[in-house]
């Protein structure tokens, strides 16, 4: 059936390039205009630059919505109220942390350190207050501040999030997790949100160019555990929460 | 607490979250055990637990370029001793 798959990869090409041309269009040329002034003039830039990152990507995904109808979003009301934790999600497409982003206005993140030198967009990241991947960026004294600024925006009500998976599974099982994420929810006394990420890889999988859009598909986010580790006492141990975050997500996988 | 207490919860660290037994106080633990950034934070989060006391963050900065076990221990003496929770053995 070549013809047949030929003919539902028209739409899936139209939609691809429709979304993507909104994507990298609003961040050179639209969102520019309400970026800079946003930094210069708003009381905390970083958080300025979030909201607004926050609201392109709503409309991306507002977009998607309209675009792809045979995909619908399931975001229950508890991972929509996190606020103050750092959130710890699986893996699975390069959609999940820009849905993660369109979801919360304040927001962190850790970014893979490549994208900081991809002109604007790398200024747009540091400036927005992701955090590089990179180990010159998180060395000596400059990893104390970076670590003091989340401590702030998560008192703030702001949200981290992180895949401590480090890359997209490309199967769906889970890969071994970096213990990094536990150590920066202790440094900053932080809860951890569990939050399970199921169907943005059927939507648009690892290795691919094109939006599935002819598919029908559930895209669902669900807060499948909270921890609130004694950080303080004698017994803690990173290992055993790490260890513990790795059977919830297990379990549910 | 003394410097051999020290030593003691220091090495009992190193068990519990890095898996490593009796380590060399003098080695580096970059090139030896592969130690980074995070790891020297998981670190100091141990030492504050173990003195009961909150390191401040012109401290945490000076401990995070430490390169030994000796040096950790040194480290902690010098907090322990201006919080006077250090006795001299």
């Known amino acids: 059936m070549p013809l047949v798959r030929f003919f539902q990869r028209i739409p899936d090409l139209l939609v691809t390039l429709i979304l993507w041309c909104y994507f990298l269009f609003g961040y050179l040329f639209i969102l520019p205009l309400l970026f800079i002034p946003a930094y210069i003039f708003a009381e905390n830039g970083a958080a300025a630059l979030q909201n607004l990152n926050h609201f392109h990507l709503k409309c991306f995904f507002a977009l998607t919505r309209f675009l792809v109808p045979r995909t619908t979003f399931k975001i229950s009301k508890d991972v929509r109220d ?29 970014v893979k350190h490549t994208f900081f030198k991809v002109p604007i967009f790398g200024r747009l990241l540091k400036n927005s207050g992701y955090i590089s991947s990179g180990a010159r960026d998180m060395l000596g004294p400059a990893m104390i501040n970076n670590l003091e600024d989340i401590k702030k925006h998560l008192a703030e009500g702001g949200i981290l999030f992180v895949f401590p998976e480090g890359t997209r599974s490309r199967d769906g099982r889970l890969a071994p997790f970096n213990k990094g994420v536990f150590t920066i929810a202790r440094y900053c006394n932080a809860p951890l949100k569990l939050v399970f990420i199921n169907g943005t890889n059927r939507l648009f999988p690892p290795g691919h160019f094109l939006f599935n859009t002819h598919e029908f598909n559930e895209i669902k986010l669900e807060l499948i555990g909270s921890l609130e580790p004694d950080y303080k006492g004698n017994n803690f141990s990173i290992s055993s929460v790490a260890d513990e975050t790795r059977k919830i997500f297990e379990e549910k996988g | 607490m003394t410097r051999q207490e020290i030593e003691q919860e220091v090495k009992n660290v190193f068990h519990r979250e890095f898996e490593i037994e009796n380590p060399d106080m003098d080695a580096d633990l970059r090139e030896t055990y592969e130690f980074d950034s995070i790891d020297a934070i998981e670190l100091l989060l141990a030492i504050e637990n173990f003195l009961s006391t909150e390191i401040s963050q012109e401290e945490k900065k000076q401990a995070i370029n430490i390169r030994t076990i000796n040096q950790i221990c040194d480290y902690i003496e010098k907090i322990a001793k201006q919080r006077n929770l250090f006795s001299p053995a």
């Open chain 1, 82 to 110: 996190i606020h103050s934790s750092v959130i710890v999600c699986n893996h699975l497409s390069y959609l999940d942390p820009i849905l993660l982003i369109s979801l919360f206005g304040r927001h962190r993140t850790i």
